[in-house]
């Protein structure tokens, strides 16, 4: 290769053809021959539009187009943050990625621009998908002006740049501030905290709405200047809103806020800090093995200068890791007798607690489940609802935790399960279940029934939930039915969640819906022990049916 | 005792393997070669169970790999190409959680995992403390081979074993599997390094486009194709026409 290029200046062949192929690669399903399809991408583009057209059906309930916008804007920016928390990491610092690009003549500011925009555009497929609906819906909004979907259309664009900016931005700055060996641990944090900022801030937008007159949100609330769906509502509806004039005070100042940072993130990640982007990416060949083979070689060569064997090292009883002490060993080996559901356990848990893809899949998402306890610690007279919601957010965890634990990059060793004489994944799959429920679904459950306890002073709600949480554990049987289970088996692509899985989230949600209901109606009418009784049985009946039929299904071989 | 009779494996239109029909008796160490794609890695996952195939029967120590998968998996060991690991877990927990896969206990587990560490210089920091996510290739490899041989299996299929083994473990391993081979166990050696193979089996099976194009020890390959090396009957039964010639051109095309 010849000519020189300017180390600064975005190569845009190569920007095109990294595009392409980071976009094929994201979303593309896997299959040994012929081309997969990106059957999961597509199913999340339909649910989503699906959802932005119940969403948008608040055009209809006497709104203007600011509280329109800037309510579709908090869930576009919901759903683009919890995507980007998801993706960002892997997509800007995959070591394996570097593996393939990172001896190639390519500067860093054309490979972090291209990782940027494929983020962004990943993020604009869902968005858009969100709006495609409320794009036109919104024409039945007060105000709008014929060329509403175009104006909605700029201002979830620009959103979402602002949103890839910002998660961008703050990446590849924390490469300056902190140092390869706590970048890992302070990003897995980030992620988390920025995931819960997210959700939360996405709760303050209803408690704007004034239901006083018609469905509104004032522009002029003062600390609408920090909300960011506010700043792109506001454009939306300068550029097609009819806005009174008495707004154009308001609104001018959270547009440009909007378009300003919009921007300015956008720069300052890509033209300013790509020089730091290029220092990580570089580290990310120091690692694997490393000081592993340097420690090694170095205390090999101790021990041959000081004349003492390998051996005794060697000897000695390996000391234990991973899942804790003595004592909590022997706890396992009770109450999991089978060693294949103990060791799929220990797999599911280090895994839970270690690995960095399944935590940034894992733990973000667990602030969705908190969110309503938490709302109601904070807001009780806002909070009657609370328990409802936390029950049937729950009744979820596990089926989503599950789903997690399929997907790892390391998805070729789970080849292992194949070639290991098992029957079936009967033991592997309560292994993992059994981890999800331990590690996850209990944790949260006591953390809302103890903020729950603290906030509501009426304590029925207790009862009333609790037909619901007797089905939970049968209802995380659901996963062993729907196919052979095997943990960080699939390759996690882009929107892979399957429709099985959404489906299941959805019926244990509406199971434990109506079974709360039906507990506090129950209640009222005097038949609540009846129904618990009742319910104890069925549901004990279904566990054991349930449990004989994931056992029942043998482990098929690969076709 | 390995057995395929017609053994075939399709994937819509494309056939992987086509018919394959050969024994390999207990004991033996033999060479499995072929061009990339020939179709070694699909055969051997159909021998372990792994991959059904599409037509044809095959045995291992006696059990039919489609209708006894169990009892073929509980006999045979196998180091994939890819030497994928469960990286967030450090080696120890990994091979204790393949050990319990075989219902080998912890205790017994433990046991042999010490032996392949001292075989392997593999210390017991690295082994109890470190994932392997950040262990080199070759101690990631170390760990593969570890793990498929711990239940003692009567049958060992190894796909490049030797990828990121520096030259000293790589001797070691070499003598390992003789050493295997002479207590009775069949392995079978996928390898692209040739010369390994031919000091180290006493038969060589060539697949090329899914069929079987050569079978037998290296001194009669070599006497039949009238080539001085295997990797010279190799390039004559599968390579297309005029290598040399093309490679000579593709290099000079190149600085041009």
Redesign the interface.
């Known amino acids: 290769m010849t000519g020189a290029r300017d180390p600064e200046r975005v190569d845009r062949a190569q920007l095109g053809a990294l595009l392409r192929t980071i976009f094929r690669v994201r979303t593309r399903g896997r299959r040994?021959?012929?081309r997969g399809r990106p059957r999961g991408l597509i199913f999340l583009v339909v649910i989503y539009a699906v959802m932005g057209a119940l969403a948008g059906a608040i055009a209809f309930l006497d709104v203007d187009v600011f509280t329109f916008a800037t309510i579709l804007g908090g869930m576009s920016l919901l759903i683009a943050g919890m995507s980007m928390v998801a993706e960002s990491s892997q997509l800007l610092f995959s070591a394996q990625e570097h593996d393939i690009v990172g001896h190639r003549p390519i500067n860093a500011r054309t490979l972090l621009l291209a990782r940027a925009l494929s983020l962004l555009g990943l993020t604009l497929l869902l968005t858009l998908s969100l709006n495609l609906a409320p794009m036109f819906m919104g024409l039945a909004a007060h105000g709008a002006e014929p060329w509403l979907p175009l104006a909605h259309l700029v201002s979830i664009t620009l959103l979402s740049v602002f949103a890839a900016g910002a998660v961008v931005f703050v990446y590849v700055l924390l490469t300056r501030l902190i140092g390869r060996e706590r970048f890992d641990a302070v990003a897995s944090w980030l992620q988390l905290g920025v995931s819960v900022v997210f959700i939360f801030g996405y709760q303050i937008i209803p408690r704007l709405i004034d239901r006083a007159h018609g469905f509104r949100i004032a522009p002029a609330l003062p600390w609408l200047l920090l909300l960011p769906p506010a700043w792109f509502a506001a454009l939306e509806t300068l550029l097609a809103g009819r806005p009174p004039a008495a707004w154009l005070p308001h609104l001018l100042p959270m547009a440009a806020i909007g378009i300003g940072l919009a921007l300015a993130l956008a720069y300052a990640a890509i033209v300013r800090l790509s020089g730091d982007y290029a220092r990580r990416l570089a580290s990310l060949s120091e690692?694997?093995?490393?000081?592993?083979?340097r420690?090694?070689a170095e205390?090999?060569s101790a021990e041959r200068a000081g004349g003492a064997s390998?051996?005794p090292?060697?000897?000695?009883?390996?000391?234990?890791?991973?899942a804790g002490s003595a004592g909590f060993a022997r706890a396992l080996r009770t109450l999991l007798p089978d060693?294949?559901e103990?060791?799929s356990f220990?797999?599911a848990a280090?895994?839970m607690r270690?690995?960095r893809d399944?935590r940034m899949r894992l733990y973000p998402s667990l602030a969705s489940y908190l969110v309503f306890p938490i709302i109601a610690f904070v807001d009780p007279a806002k909070g009657a609802f609370a328990p409802l919601a936390s029950v049937v957010m729950a009744s979820m965890l596990p089926t989503a935790t599950l789903m997690t634990l399929k997907m790892s990059p390391?998805?070729?060793?789970a080849?292992?399960?194949?070639?290991?004489?098992?029957?079936g994944t009967a033991s592997v799959f309560h292994g993992v279940r059994k981890a999800a429920i331990v590690f996850m679904t209990l944790p949260v459950l006591v953390i809302s029934a103890v903020l729950l306890l603290l906030a509501l002073h009426d304590r029925s709600w207790l009862l009333a939930t609790l037909p619901a949480v007797i089905l939970m554990p049968t209802l995380s049987l659901a996963d062993g039915l729907a196919g052979d289970y095997l943990p960080?088996s699939i390759a996690p692509v882009t929107g892979r969640q399957g429709a099985v899985n959404v489906w299941l989230n959805l019926m244990t949600a509406l199971l434990a819906l109506g079974l709360t209901v039906a507990g506090w109606y129950a209640r009222r009418h005097g038949w609540y022990w009846g129904l618990i009784g009742a319910e104890v049985v069925l549901v004990a009946g279904l566990h054991f049916a349930l449990l004989r039929g994931i056992r029942a299904r043998k482990l098929?071989?690969?076709? | 005792m390995i057995r395929l009779e017609n053994l075939a494996k399709r994937y819509g239109a494309q056939e992987a393997v086509k018919g394959l029909t050969l024994e390999i008796p207990s004991g033996q160490l033999v060479g499995l070669l072929g061009p990339n794609g020939a179709g070694k890695s699909t055969t051997i996952r159909m021998l372990t169970g792994m991959l059904a195939p599409t037509s044809g029967r095959a045995e291992v120590e006696g059990f039919d790999v489609v209708t006894q998968p169990l009892e073929v998996k509980r006999v045979v060991g196998y180091v994939p190409e890819s030497g994928a690991l469960f990286e967030a877990l450090t080696a120890l927990e990994y091979l204790t959680f393949v050990a319990a896969l075989y219902h080998i206990s912890e205790d017994a587990a433990r046991g042999r995992i010490q032996q392949f560490a001292r075989f392997f210089d593999l210390d017991d920091e690295t082994l109890t403390k470190k994932p392997m996510s950040a262990y080199s290739k070759g101690m990631r490899q170390k760990v593969v081979i570890t793990s498929a041989l711990l239940h003692n299996p009567r049958v060992v299929f190894f796909d490049e074993p030797l990828n990121g083994l520096d030259a000293n473990a790589a001797l070691s391993f070499k003598t390992l599997i003789t050493s295997l081979a002479r207590e009775g166990k069949t392995i079978v050696y996928c390898s692209h390094i040739l010369d390994v193979v031919e000091r180290v089996c006493e038969r060589v099976i060539i697949i090329h486009e899914g069929r079987l194009v050569a079978d037998g020890p290296v001194p009669a390959l070599l006497a039949q194709t009238g080539e001085p090396s295997l990797e010279r009957v190799f390039n004559q039964l599968t390579a297309t026409e005029n290598l040399l010639a093309r490679a000579e051109e593709f290099a000079r095309a190149l600085s041009q």
């Open positions: 040994t021959f012929g690692a694997p093995g490393g000081k592993a083979e420690d090694g205390r090999a390998a051996e090292a060697a000897a000695a009883a390996p000391r234990r890791s991973g060693p294949v103990r060791a220990r797999l280090a895994y270690r690995d399944v390391q998805f070729a060793a080849d292992v399960f194949r070639y290991a004489p098992l029957s960080l098929a071989p690969l076709e």
